[in-house]
């Protein structure tokens, strides 16, 4: 149980087209959703948390208009980078959760490579 | 916010020996502290948790211990086998709000267990 679905698991897409991910938790209802970006031999950073129905909560330094989060179903969210620049190039991955302290459960991760 | 700090960074041992990896974090509220297996260019897997009204839990060969007045927690691992090898990641919640857990991650140790 608790599988999550990530897509697409690679992408290469030329400077200033927009490229969406989608995260789906398969077998249950994820309240919360959490975006994550690594970079290469780094840790996982914190973009931002996406609830159900409601806007999507940003960390610091993260640009809301660049990255977009969309979270209109218990089961799925999305993540839009918009105007990808070749710097956006990293490793981006989703988890999902219930409420309380619930394990997180990560999706595949998306290897996002800018041209 | 949260701060967790993890040490070392990279731990050679040979098989059959053991493995330590520290972490400390900042938030003294922080009461669930998982941890997580990634191998390369895959998604973190959770290998085992500990909540902080218990200070030791074991899984086989993987054990973690939380010293909440000190503020750390270390993740063991004996008989460590090749398949060992991975990156490992602690991480912290900033407190339980009622809401879902937004995890703070440490940096990561990449352990390589050699024959």
């Known amino acids: 149980g608790a599988v999550v679905s990530q897509h697409p698991s690679r992408v290469i897409c030329k400077s200033g087209t927009s490229v969406k991910i989608e995260c789906r938790s398969l077998?249950?209802?994820?309240?919360?959703m959490f975006w994550y970006r690594q970079f290469p031999k780094q840790s996982l950073m914190l973009m931002a948390t996406s609830n159900e129905g409601s806007k999507a909560t940003y960390e610091q330094g993260v640009e809301k208009d660049k990255f977009l989060i969309n979270h209109a179903s218990l089961t799925l969210s999305t993540l839009t980078v918009t105007s990808a620049h070749p710097e956006d190039s990293s490793f981006y991955i989703c988890?999902?959760?219930?409420?309380?302290?619930?394990?997180?459960?990560f999706g595949n991760g998306t290897r996002l490579t800018v041209t | 916010g949260e701060n967790v700090e993890q040490h070392p960074s990279t731990l050679s041992v040979q098989e059959g020996d053991s493995a330590v990896i520290k972490c400390t974090y900042s938030d003294s509220a922080s009461n669930y502290f998982p941890w997580y297996k990634q191998e390369l260019g895959k998604r973190p897997q959770l290998i085992i948790d500990?909540?902080?009204?218990?200070g030791e839990k074991k899984d086989q060969r993987i054990a973690v211990t939380l010293n909440k007045t000190a503020k750390h927690f270390s993740l063991h691992i004996t008989e460590t086998q090749p398949e060992d090898s991975a990156v490992y990641f602690c991480a912290a919640t900033p407190g339980n709000t009622g809401t879902a857990s937004k995890l703070t991650f440490g940096t990561g140790t990449r352990l390589q267990v050699t024959l």
């Open positions: 988890s999902a959760t219930t409420l309380g302290n619930s394990p997180l459960h």
């Open positions: 077998d249950f209802q994820a309240t919360t």
């Open positions: 500990i909540r902080s009204n218990v």
